[in-house]
Protein backbone atom coordinates (compact mmCIF):
# COMPACT_ATOMS: atom_id res chain seq x y z
CA UNK A 1 0.00 0.00 0.00
CA UNK A 2 0.94 3.53 -0.98
CA UNK A 3 2.26 6.11 1.84
CA UNK A 4 -0.05 8.34 2.06
CA UNK A 5 2.29 10.73 3.38
CA UNK A 6 3.96 10.90 0.06
CA UNK A 7 0.69 10.25 -2.37
CA UNK A 8 0.08 12.46 -5.00
CA UNK A 9 -3.31 13.55 -6.75
CA UNK A 10 -4.43 14.67 -10.05
CA UNK A 11 -5.00 18.12 -8.41
CA UNK A 12 -1.04 18.06 -7.06
CA UNK A 13 -0.52 17.75 -10.92
CA UNK A 14 -2.60 21.02 -11.51
CA UNK A 15 -5.89 19.35 -12.95
CA UNK A 16 -8.80 20.17 -10.60
CA UNK A 17 -11.55 17.63 -11.44
CA UNK A 18 -13.71 19.81 -8.85
CA UNK A 19 -13.63 22.81 -10.89
CA UNK A 20 -14.53 20.94 -14.40
CA UNK A 21 -16.86 19.70 -12.79
CA UNK A 22 -18.46 23.43 -11.38
CA UNK A 23 -17.97 24.33 -15.14
CA UNK A 24 -20.42 22.20 -16.27
CA UNK A 25 -22.80 22.87 -13.98
CA UNK A 26 -22.58 26.81 -14.70
CA UNK A 27 -22.40 26.52 -18.32
CA UNK A 28 -25.72 24.16 -18.78
CA UNK A 29 -28.22 27.20 -18.60
CA UNK A 30 -26.57 28.63 -21.82
CA UNK A 31 -26.25 25.24 -23.51
CA UNK A 32 -29.98 24.81 -22.64
CA UNK A 33 -30.50 28.20 -24.35
CA UNK A 34 -29.52 26.82 -27.46
CA UNK A 35 -31.97 24.06 -28.35
CA UNK A 36 -33.69 23.71 -31.71
CA UNK A 37 -35.38 21.44 -33.48
CA UNK A 38 -32.89 18.26 -33.59
CA UNK A 39 -31.35 19.05 -30.48
CA UNK A 40 -32.41 18.95 -27.25
CA UNK A 41 -30.13 21.29 -25.92
CA UNK A 42 -28.99 19.06 -23.10
CA UNK A 43 -25.08 18.08 -22.58
CA UNK A 44 -23.76 15.22 -20.49
CA UNK A 45 -22.81 12.03 -22.29
CA UNK A 46 -20.33 10.97 -24.53
CA UNK A 47 -21.50 12.03 -27.62
CA UNK A 48 -24.30 14.47 -29.14
CA UNK A 49 -27.36 13.87 -30.92
CA UNK A 50 -28.76 15.27 -33.98
CA UNK A 51 -32.03 14.20 -35.51
CA UNK A 52 -31.98 15.44 -39.09
CA UNK A 53 -35.65 14.09 -39.73
CA UNK A 54 -36.80 16.13 -36.71
CA UNK A 55 -34.85 19.75 -38.21
CA UNK A 56 -37.43 18.85 -41.39
CA UNK A 57 -34.85 17.56 -44.49
CA UNK A 58 -35.38 15.33 -46.61
CA UNK A 59 -32.85 14.88 -48.55
CA UNK A 60 -29.80 16.60 -46.93
CA UNK A 61 -25.79 16.78 -47.91
CA UNK A 62 -24.02 17.49 -44.74
CA UNK A 63 -21.44 19.96 -44.02
CA UNK A 64 -18.75 20.49 -41.99
CA UNK A 65 -16.15 22.95 -41.04
CA UNK A 66 -13.88 24.01 -38.01
CA UNK A 67 -11.73 26.87 -36.71
CA UNK A 68 -10.13 29.02 -34.25
CA UNK A 69 -10.26 32.47 -33.24
CA UNK A 70 -6.08 32.50 -33.88
CA UNK A 71 -4.31 35.27 -31.26
CA UNK A 72 -7.16 37.27 -31.09
CA UNK A 73 -7.54 35.34 -27.86
CA UNK A 74 -4.58 37.07 -26.66
CA UNK A 75 -6.13 40.16 -26.36
CA UNK A 76 -9.08 38.77 -24.45
CA UNK A 77 -6.65 37.02 -21.99
CA UNK A 78 -4.70 40.55 -21.64
CA UNK A 79 -7.34 42.37 -20.65
CA UNK A 80 -9.53 40.10 -19.19
CA UNK A 81 -12.65 40.80 -21.48
CA UNK A 82 -13.87 36.88 -22.21
CA UNK A 83 -17.33 37.36 -23.15
CA UNK A 84 -17.21 37.67 -26.66
CA UNK A 85 -14.72 35.65 -27.55
CA UNK A 86 -17.02 32.87 -28.03
CA UNK A 87 -18.99 34.67 -30.76
CA UNK A 88 -15.80 34.73 -33.14
CA UNK A 89 -15.51 31.12 -32.61
CA UNK A 90 -18.90 30.37 -33.97
CA UNK A 91 -18.98 32.74 -36.22
CA UNK A 92 -15.72 31.32 -37.99
CA UNK A 93 -17.04 28.08 -38.49
CA UNK A 94 -21.00 28.94 -39.04
CA UNK A 95 -20.20 31.34 -41.80
CA UNK A 96 -17.81 28.64 -43.64
CA UNK A 97 -21.19 26.68 -43.93
CA UNK A 98 -23.88 29.25 -45.16
CA UNK A 99 -21.23 29.85 -48.24
CA UNK A 100 -22.27 26.78 -48.95
CA UNK A 101 -25.68 27.24 -48.84
CA UNK A 102 -25.69 25.36 -45.44
CA UNK A 103 -28.12 25.80 -42.57
CA UNK A 104 -25.98 25.30 -39.21
CA UNK A 105 -26.83 22.80 -37.25
CA UNK A 106 -25.27 21.65 -34.59
CA UNK A 107 -21.63 23.18 -32.62
CA UNK A 108 -18.87 21.11 -30.53
CA UNK A 109 -16.39 23.62 -28.59
CA UNK A 110 -12.81 22.59 -27.35
CA UNK A 111 -11.46 25.11 -24.82
CA UNK A 112 -8.20 24.22 -23.52
CA UNK A 113 -6.53 25.93 -20.68
CA UNK A 114 -3.10 25.85 -18.16
CA UNK A 115 -5.21 26.42 -14.97
CA UNK A 116 -9.42 26.04 -15.01
CA UNK A 117 -11.36 28.95 -13.77
CA UNK A 118 -14.70 28.34 -13.71
CA UNK A 119 -15.58 31.48 -14.37
CA UNK A 120 -14.23 32.57 -16.94
CA UNK A 121 -14.61 29.04 -18.60
CA UNK A 122 -18.10 29.92 -18.30
CA UNK A 123 -17.85 33.21 -19.41
CA UNK A 124 -16.37 31.81 -22.67
CA UNK A 125 -18.75 29.82 -23.00
CA UNK A 126 -21.99 32.38 -22.41
CA UNK A 127 -20.32 33.61 -25.42
CA UNK A 128 -20.15 30.46 -27.58
CA UNK A 129 -23.81 29.64 -26.70
CA UNK A 130 -24.78 33.17 -27.74
CA UNK A 131 -23.04 33.04 -30.91
CA UNK A 132 -25.56 29.45 -31.56
CA UNK A 133 -28.56 31.28 -31.08
CA UNK A 134 -27.67 33.96 -33.70
CA UNK A 135 -27.06 31.56 -35.95
CA UNK A 136 -30.06 28.91 -35.27
CA UNK A 137 -27.44 25.80 -34.24
CA UNK A 138 -27.39 23.92 -31.39
CA UNK A 139 -24.80 23.76 -28.88
CA UNK A 140 -24.21 19.69 -28.60
CA UNK A 141 -21.48 19.47 -26.89
CA UNK A 142 -17.51 20.42 -26.23
CA UNK A 143 -14.41 19.67 -23.98
CA UNK A 144 -12.71 21.33 -21.54
CA UNK A 145 -8.92 20.56 -21.42
CA UNK A 146 -6.61 21.94 -18.67
CA UNK A 147 -3.33 20.77 -19.23
CA UNK A 148 -0.62 22.89 -16.72
CA UNK A 149 2.74 22.67 -19.11
CA UNK A 150 1.42 22.96 -21.81
CA UNK A 151 -0.68 26.54 -21.68
CA UNK A 152 0.80 28.96 -18.89
CA UNK A 153 -1.47 30.11 -16.44
CA UNK A 154 -3.57 32.10 -18.01
CA UNK A 155 -2.96 31.32 -21.17
CA UNK A 156 -6.17 29.26 -23.17
CA UNK A 157 -6.78 28.39 -26.96
CA UNK A 158 -10.51 27.96 -28.72
CA UNK A 159 -11.31 25.75 -31.50
CA UNK A 160 -14.67 25.20 -32.81
CA UNK A 161 -16.38 22.49 -35.36
CA UNK A 162 -19.77 23.25 -36.79
CA UNK A 163 -21.91 20.85 -39.17
CA UNK A 164 -24.64 22.07 -41.22
CA UNK A 165 -26.77 20.50 -43.57
CA UNK A 166 -28.33 21.44 -47.17
CA UNK A 167 -30.84 19.86 -49.15
CA UNK A 168 -28.84 18.51 -52.54
CA UNK A 169 -29.98 20.86 -54.80
CA UNK A 170 -29.78 24.11 -52.88
CA UNK A 171 -25.60 23.36 -52.53
CA UNK A 172 -23.38 26.43 -53.33
CA UNK A 173 -21.77 27.72 -55.54
CA UNK A 174 -24.02 27.02 -58.57
CA UNK A 175 -20.41 26.73 -60.75
CA UNK A 176 -22.51 26.13 -64.03
CA UNK A 177 -24.52 29.48 -63.97
CA UNK A 178 -21.68 31.80 -63.11
CA UNK A 179 -21.10 34.15 -65.78
CA UNK A 180 -19.27 37.23 -66.91
CA UNK A 181 -21.37 40.44 -65.90
CA UNK A 182 -23.27 38.74 -62.58
CA UNK A 183 -23.05 41.49 -59.88
CA UNK A 184 -20.53 41.00 -56.98
CA UNK A 185 -22.11 42.51 -53.76
CA UNK A 186 -20.44 43.14 -50.39
CA UNK A 187 -21.65 42.74 -46.87
CA UNK A 188 -20.40 45.46 -43.91
CA UNK A 189 -18.22 43.60 -41.63
CA UNK A 190 -18.46 44.20 -37.72
CA UNK A 191 -14.63 45.36 -37.51
CA UNK A 192 -11.37 42.72 -38.08
CA UNK A 193 -13.19 39.44 -37.21
CA UNK A 194 -10.92 37.07 -36.14
CA UNK A 195 -7.98 37.11 -38.77
CA UNK A 196 -4.94 39.32 -39.09
CA UNK A 197 -4.77 39.19 -35.37
CA UNK A 198 -0.65 38.27 -35.17
CA UNK A 199 -0.08 41.91 -37.20
CA UNK A 200 -2.67 43.69 -35.20
CA UNK A 201 -0.96 43.05 -31.64
CA UNK A 202 2.61 43.98 -33.91
CA UNK A 203 0.88 47.20 -34.47
CA UNK A 204 -0.64 48.08 -31.17
CA UNK A 205 3.06 47.37 -29.82
CA UNK A 206 4.52 49.83 -32.63
CA UNK A 207 1.91 52.44 -31.66
CA UNK A 208 3.11 52.36 -27.86
CA UNK A 209 -0.80 51.70 -26.56
CA UNK A 210 -2.14 49.42 -24.18
CA UNK A 211 -5.61 47.54 -24.44
CA UNK A 212 -6.92 50.04 -21.90
CA UNK A 213 -5.88 53.12 -23.53
CA UNK A 214 -8.89 55.35 -25.30
CA UNK A 215 -9.06 53.66 -29.15
CA UNK A 216 -7.77 55.97 -31.70
CA UNK A 217 -10.56 55.33 -33.66
CA UNK A 218 -13.91 55.11 -31.87
CA UNK A 219 -15.10 56.94 -29.11
CA UNK A 220 -16.39 55.56 -26.08
CA UNK A 221 -14.36 52.13 -26.19
CA UNK A 222 -10.63 51.23 -25.00
CA UNK A 223 -8.52 50.21 -27.50
CA UNK A 224 -9.11 46.51 -26.43
CA UNK A 225 -13.01 46.63 -26.79
CA UNK A 226 -13.26 47.72 -29.87
CA UNK A 227 -10.40 45.17 -30.77
CA UNK A 228 -12.58 42.94 -29.09
CA UNK A 229 -15.53 43.55 -31.31
CA UNK A 230 -17.04 40.11 -32.76
CA UNK A 231 -17.12 38.45 -35.74
CA UNK A 232 -20.67 39.47 -37.65
CA UNK A 233 -22.46 36.03 -38.08
CA UNK A 234 -24.29 36.21 -41.78
CA UNK A 235 -26.24 33.02 -41.18
CA UNK A 236 -30.06 33.95 -41.25
CA UNK A 237 -30.20 36.58 -43.51
CA UNK A 238 -28.17 34.58 -46.11
CA UNK A 239 -30.30 31.38 -45.47
CA UNK A 240 -34.12 33.73 -45.86
CA UNK A 241 -32.30 35.38 -48.80
CA UNK A 242 -31.39 32.43 -50.32
CA UNK A 243 -34.68 30.47 -49.66
CA UNK A 244 -36.63 33.60 -51.01
CA UNK A 245 -35.08 32.78 -54.68
CA UNK A 246 -33.03 35.94 -54.75
CA UNK A 247 -30.59 34.10 -57.09
CA UNK A 248 -27.74 33.98 -54.89
CA UNK A 249 -25.53 31.95 -57.31
CA UNK A 250 -21.89 31.91 -54.57
CA UNK A 251 -20.81 33.43 -51.05
CA UNK A 252 -17.13 33.86 -49.89
CA UNK A 253 -16.55 34.57 -46.46
CA UNK A 254 -13.71 37.06 -46.48
CA UNK A 255 -11.38 35.15 -43.25
CA UNK A 256 -7.47 34.68 -43.75
CA UNK A 257 -6.28 35.89 -46.95
CA UNK A 258 -8.48 38.68 -47.75
CA UNK A 259 -10.22 39.75 -51.06
CA UNK A 260 -7.06 38.27 -52.89
CA UNK A 261 -7.59 34.37 -51.55
CA UNK A 262 -11.11 33.97 -50.84
CA UNK A 263 -13.07 35.05 -53.72
CA UNK A 264 -11.07 32.89 -56.23
CA UNK A 265 -12.46 29.73 -54.09
CA UNK A 266 -15.71 29.99 -55.60
CA UNK A 267 -15.27 30.89 -58.89
CA UNK A 268 -14.32 28.57 -62.04
CA UNK A 269 -11.04 29.35 -63.85
CA UNK A 270 -12.32 30.93 -66.35
CA UNK A 271 -13.68 33.86 -64.28
CA UNK A 272 -12.53 36.75 -62.02
CA UNK A 273 -13.85 39.25 -60.28
CA UNK A 274 -13.47 42.68 -60.51
CA UNK A 275 -13.47 44.68 -57.69
CA UNK A 276 -13.38 48.74 -57.57
CA UNK A 277 -12.59 49.71 -54.02
CA UNK A 278 -13.56 53.26 -53.45
CA UNK A 279 -17.00 51.36 -53.50
CA UNK A 280 -16.16 50.18 -50.06
CA UNK A 281 -16.93 52.16 -46.82
CA UNK A 282 -14.02 51.09 -44.78
CA UNK A 283 -14.03 50.97 -41.05
CA UNK A 284 -11.65 53.54 -39.39
CA UNK A 285 -9.84 50.87 -37.49
CA UNK A 286 -8.45 49.51 -40.85
CA UNK A 287 -7.21 53.13 -41.70
CA UNK A 288 -5.57 52.98 -37.82
CA UNK A 289 -4.20 49.77 -38.81
CA UNK A 290 -2.77 50.67 -42.04
CA UNK A 291 -1.62 53.90 -41.17
CA UNK A 292 -0.29 52.76 -37.82
CA UNK A 293 2.19 49.80 -39.33
CA UNK A 294 2.96 51.30 -42.79
CA UNK A 295 0.48 49.07 -44.39
CA UNK A 296 0.32 48.96 -48.51
CA UNK A 297 -2.85 48.74 -49.49
CA UNK A 298 -2.31 45.04 -51.26
CA UNK A 299 -1.01 43.64 -48.06
CA UNK A 300 -4.42 44.93 -46.29
CA UNK A 301 -6.33 43.49 -48.79
CA UNK A 302 -4.57 40.03 -48.48
CA UNK A 303 -4.45 40.01 -44.78
CA UNK A 304 -7.93 41.90 -43.36
CA UNK A 305 -11.52 42.27 -44.71
CA UNK A 306 -11.26 46.10 -44.91
CA UNK A 307 -14.97 46.52 -43.68
CA UNK A 308 -16.27 43.61 -46.42
CA UNK A 309 -17.03 40.59 -44.09
CA UNK A 310 -18.79 37.88 -46.93
CA UNK A 311 -19.23 38.44 -50.76
CA UNK A 312 -22.99 37.96 -52.32
CA UNK A 313 -22.79 36.70 -55.99
CA UNK A 314 -26.06 37.47 -58.05
CA UNK A 315 -27.43 37.54 -62.02
CA UNK A 316 -27.80 41.53 -62.83
CA UNK A 317 -31.40 40.48 -62.72
CA UNK A 318 -31.68 39.28 -59.52
CA UNK A 319 -29.10 42.11 -57.51
CA UNK A 320 -31.87 44.55 -56.88
CA UNK A 321 -33.92 42.02 -55.23
CA UNK A 322 -30.81 40.39 -52.97
CA UNK A 323 -30.32 43.74 -52.11
CA UNK A 324 -33.72 45.03 -50.92
CA UNK A 325 -34.16 41.39 -49.02
CA UNK A 326 -30.65 41.58 -47.32
CA UNK A 327 -30.92 45.99 -46.36
CA UNK A 328 -34.29 44.32 -44.78
CA UNK A 329 -32.54 41.95 -42.82
CA UNK A 330 -30.41 44.33 -41.30
CA UNK A 331 -27.26 44.02 -43.65
CA UNK A 332 -24.74 46.83 -44.92
CA UNK A 333 -24.74 45.70 -48.59
CA UNK A 334 -22.36 47.79 -51.44
CA UNK A 335 -22.49 46.60 -54.99
CA UNK A 336 -18.45 45.91 -55.24
CA UNK A 337 -18.47 45.11 -59.39
CA UNK A 338 -19.10 42.00 -61.66
CA UNK A 339 -17.50 39.07 -62.53
CA UNK A 340 -15.36 39.29 -65.62
CA UNK A 341 -13.36 36.73 -68.22
CA UNK A 342 -10.32 35.83 -66.46
CA UNK A 343 -6.83 36.86 -67.95
CA UNK A 344 -4.59 36.17 -64.84
CA UNK A 345 -4.93 37.02 -61.23
CA UNK A 346 -9.13 35.68 -59.95
CA UNK A 347 -9.48 39.21 -58.35
CA UNK A 348 -8.61 42.70 -59.88
CA UNK A 349 -9.11 45.98 -58.62
CA UNK A 350 -9.56 49.41 -59.63
CA UNK A 351 -10.44 52.62 -57.58
CA UNK A 352 -8.58 53.59 -54.29
CA UNK A 353 -9.71 52.17 -51.10
CA UNK A 354 -10.47 54.73 -48.13
CA UNK A 355 -7.96 54.15 -45.41
CA UNK A 356 -8.13 57.26 -43.81
Known sequence: MADKRNSLTYRDAGVDIDAGNDLVQRIKPFVRSTARKGADGEIGGFGGLFDLKAAGFSDPILVAANDGVGTKVKIAIETGLHQTIGIDLVAMCVNDLVVQGAEPLLFLDYYATGHLDPAEGASIVEGIATGCRMAGCA????????????????????????????????????????????????????????????????????????????????????????????????????????????GIKALAHITGGGFTENIPRVLPDHLAAAIDLATIPVPKVFGWLARTGGIETLEMLRTFNCGVGMIVVTSEAEAGKAVEMLRDAGETVMTLGRLSPRDGEGVTFTGELSLR
Open 139 to 246: LLGGETAEMPGLYAKGDYDLAGFAVGAAERDTLLPKTQTLAAGDVILGLGSSGVHSNGYSLVRRIVERSGLTYGDPAPFEDGRSLGEALLEPTRIYVKPLLETIRAGA
